[in-house]
């Protein structure tokens, strides 16, 4: 019973690049939530997305930040153009039902950002 | 907005001693969430508390809701190695989403 899937596990990405990073959520679940962690920091929330919608990006930065969840395949946090700033650990949550709901949210191992 | 504050930020303590969070919002919640971080680690749900006044345990860990269901508290008795870790709390008012306060970390000296 696979848990919530994120790869690469590190990333390592020059200024300027793009970065892509891909989250699957747990088998059942259609709800997934990106937040981002710097170093010694708390879960700063980015997104929540269902399939093929956006349901909240309060937490998005207005440029170089976006996030899919097609309806085949898995959620993708993109970042274009990366600063040294976007160095953080990014993980994904998935539950059941929506953020509304009680159920409590299944987080993958995160993905580790480094910009050189 | 929302917000959920957790004191204190960073606590150290002696293997075998006790060890309490603190969680405060800003507005009256319909529930509260405990997670654990551990180093290197991902956030893993430990808990949901719904009721006022409401108390759980697991263990050695003891969760309660405050009456007003504006505060929390997690509290580890005779804390051990394994408990190392950053601990959230994450509170929903209403139908608001998901909010995490900032976690405070555990060391502890064995």
């Known amino acids: 019973n696979a848990g919530v899937m994120q790869n690469p596990r590190h990333l390592v990405r020059r200024r300027g690049q793009e970065a892509r990073l891909r989250c699957s959520p747990m088998k059942g679940h259609s709800h997934v939530y990106w937040y981002r962690q710097l170093p010694e920091e708390g879960l700063k929330f980015m997104v929540y997305l269902q399939k093929e919608n956006i349901i909240d990006e309060s937490g998005m930065p207005k440029e170089r930040f976006s996030a899919e969840f097609p309806k085949e395949g898995p959620s993708i946090l993109r970042i274009q153009q990366v600063v040294r700033g976007d160095s953080a650990a990014y993980f994904c949550?998935?539950?059941?039902?929506?953020?509304?709901?009680?159920?409590?949210?299944?987080f993958g191992d995160g993905t580790r950002l480094s910009i050189l | 907005g929302q917000q959920v504050m957790q004191i204190p930020q960073y606590q150290h303590v002696q293997e075998g001693e006790d060890f309490t969070t603190y969680c405060n919002s800003s507005?009256?919640?319909?529930?509260i969430q405990w997670y654990k971080q551990r180093p290197g680690g991902h956030p893993v749900f430990l808990i949901q508390l719904v009721k006022s006044g409401e108390v759980k345990k697991q263990k050695r860990l003891t969760f309660q809701f405050g009456e007003a269901k504006k505060n929390s508290s997690l509290h580890i008795t005779a804390t051990q190695t394994t408990d190392v870790g950053t601990y959230f709390c994450a509170g929903r008012a209403g139908a608001q989403k998901l909010v995490f306060g900032q976690g405070t970390r555990l060391t502890i000296n064995p």
């Open positions: 507005t009256t919640l319909s529930n």
């Open positions: 949550a998935s539950s059941p039902s929506g953020q509304h709901s009680n159920q409590p949210q299944h």
